[in-house]
């Protein structure tokens, strides 16, 4: 169960998308509902079997149809996942899975964590009121509420006073690409030929205000500046900042540095991993971060600030630089990966790619979900 399926959503629908790929086949039966309309575009193509049950109402996502679904379908499956909170979805599934005496998951992919609390304080006194009834409910009667990693885990008992889960986390991650690298960069510099012989930084997530791509351009415009290396920006603007941002950059000095590519998806993103020099980061609230997965897959290193909450493990396999969300924190980064010789990233290059196939391939994170999922369904 998710809200959307809409890739433009973000990490967790790619996390659902691959792990439910993984777990078909390993011999189970995955099903995906969601709240979005029926008439979705790219639902069309989506691997897996997809019950859209919208639209939902408002943010909240109301759907009736979707809990109805849920209540008519729940004997059929062992158990069920909802995938993020604060939305009908999760609400959904505690009052169809009790009614019906099955047991039920909960992902929560970062929406616990503090930092929300700081950002958006009125927010946060609206979820306030609604946590008694709501979402703490939600994680108390879960079977297992799942964390993708220990920092997570920590974060998300900061958030609200009342607080009652079982905890356990699971490993995450993504699948490397499988297409052949050299198609994968032919058709990215194809689609942008500017980038064709440049040697350039990659931001690939969503446009959003916690993703620091303010910060980044302020950091990218103190160390590049004048220079030949560009700064590729991929994402969907979803919340219409891109604007404000191509403007600063243009205060700044560095438009003509930087490429705004929009959302890529297959060979296009692929492609870009795989022709940048490095991936940044600087987010200031990160639960995960696939993207930082994807770019250690594909034997890149990883910039990112200490928001990130697997950052402890890219440290520790000295498969990126960390430091903090700051204009300051990220100028060190990108100045440090500057100084760098060649064969000191080619170190850096080859700890990515193990980094990456020993915590984040997808059959790992699969295991690990149907592990803990076992030891309750017994």
């Not at 990215?188 to 012989?197: I, M, N, R, T, Y």
């Not at 950059?249 to 297959?266: F, K, Y």
């Not at 997965?293 to 928001?307: M, R």
Request: net charge positive; aromatic share 10%; glycine share 8%.
């Amino acid at each position: 169960m998710i809200a959307s399926a809409n890739p433009e959503t973000g990490g967790p629908i790619e996390g659902v998308r691959q792990r439910g790929i993984v777990l078909q086949g390993m011999g189970h039966e995955v099903e995906i509902a969601s709240c979005d309309a029926p008439d979705g575009t790219w639902g069309k193509d989506f691997p897996l079997p997809l019950h859209t049950l919208g639209p939902g109402k408002g943010g909240y996502q109301h759907s009736p149809k979707l809990y109805e679904w849920l209540y008519q379908n729940g004997p059929r499956f062992d158990a069920v996942i909802a995938n993020g909170i604060w939305q009908f979805p999760s609400y959904a599934v505690r009052k169809a899975m009790l009614r019906l005496k099955k047991p039920y998951f909960v992902f929560t992919h970062g929406m616990l964590d503090p930092w929300f609390k700081k950002a958006y304080p009125l927010k946060h006194l609206k979820k306030s009121l609604y946590w008694p009834l709501g979402e703490y409910r939600v994680l108390r009667d879960a079977a297992a509420v799942l964390f993708t990693c220990e920092e997570e885990k920590e974060l998300a008992r900061q958030s609200f006073r009342l607080y009652k889960a079982n905890e356990r986390v699971v490993r995450y991650g993504t699948s490397a690409p499988t297409i052949d690298t050299a198609q994968q960069i032919s058709a990215f510099l194809e689609a942008f030929p500017q980038l064709k012989d440049q040697a350039f930084l990659l931001f690939l997530s969503r446009i959003h205000p916690k993703k620091g791509v303010d910060v980044l351009i302020q950091a990218f415009a103190k160390v590049y500046r004048g220079s030949n290396v560009r700064l590729v920006i991929a994402g969907p603007d979803q919340v219409g900042v891109a604007s404000e941002l191509k403007q600063l950059a243009e205060t700044l000095g560095v438009a003509n540095q930087i490429v705004w590519t929009g959302m890529l998806s297959g060979n296009l993103k692929w492609g870009a991993y795989h022709a940048c020099d490095v991936l940044v980061l600087p987010s200031h609230q990160e639960n995960f971060g696939i993207v930082v997965a994807e770019a250690l897959a594909c034997a890149k290193p990883v910039l990112i600030s200490n928001k990130v909450n697997i950052w402890r493990e890219i440290q520790a396999e000295k498969a990126g630089l960390v430091d903090a969300d700051t204009v300051d924190g990220t100028t060190r980064l990108l100045q440090s990966w500057s100084t760098l010789t060649t064969p000191e990233k080619a170190v850096f290059s080859t700890n990515a790619q193990r980094c990456f196939w020993d915590h984040f391939e997808i059959k790992g994170s699969a295991e690990s979900l149907v592990k803990v999922m076992q030891e309750y369904l017994k």
